[in-house]
């Protein structure tokens, strides 16, 4: 099916697939070490989230015997599994969106301008939620919390925050360098 047959928004997409740079394109893109390194994560932290829930189900309700302090155990990968599917979505650029704007949109360069706008806006927020989840990170290590139960530090579960947004803010801004590309360079793209 060619590029041309596509509608606007997945047409701008397929086409945009080189905006990144060859070096750039084969780290975070299909097949690079990234989708390795995220898809291999994520599915252990599913399976560990699962596995646990599971266990936790069969010990209280079947054979009515909780497992002390199984909650606790499972905030952390539970966290984390969030924090990298968010991580994942942003390398990936397919967080959810409401560009109803695209609708209207038909030139390739269009599209780029207004997803750099978008990037911008992005990379403000998310710098000051960065920013944000530094100090709690900071607050977190000068506290250094404990479960209640088992006393394990929650700062390894309060840190993949902060982790998980400076992973966010770099995509963001690999994106940003794509959509500005493709303004400069529309054909060469």
């Not at 199984?70 to 560009?99: C, H, K, M, Y």
């Not at 750099?116 to 000051?128: C, F, T």
């Not at 309060?158 to 500005?180: E, N, P, Q, R, W």
Request: glycine share 6%; charged share 15%; aromatic share 14%.
């Amino acid at each position: 099916m060619s590029s041309e047959s596509l509608p606007p928004v997945e047409r701008f997409e397929a086409q945009s697939e080189a905006g990144y740079g060859e070096g750039v394109q084969h780290i975070i893109c299909h097949g690079g070490p990234m989708e390795k390194l995220a898809k291999y994560l994520l599915t252990l932290l599913i399976c560990l989230v699962a596995g646990g829930q599971f266990v936790q189900v069969l010990t209280r309700y079947v054979f009515e015997i909780p497992v002390m302090g199984l909650e606790e155990t499972l905030l952390f990968p539970t966290i984390w599994l969030f924090i990298f599917g968010a991580v994942n979505a942003s390398r990936e650029d397919t967080q959810v969106r409401a560009n109803v704007l695209e609708i209207f949109l038909s030139s390739r360069r269009a599209h780029a301008v207004q997803m750099a706008l978008a990037e911008v806006i992005s990379i403000v927020i998310g710098l000051w939620l960065l920013y944000w989840a530094w100090d709690f990170t900071e607050y977190s290590w000068r506290v250094w919390k404990e479960t209640p139960t088992i006393y394990l530090p929650t700062f390894y579960a309060d840190a993949s925050l902060f982790f998980g947004m400076c992973l966010m803010m770099i995509y963001t801004a690999m994106h940003l360098v794509k959509h500005i590309r493709i303004i400069i360079k529309p054909e060469a793209n």
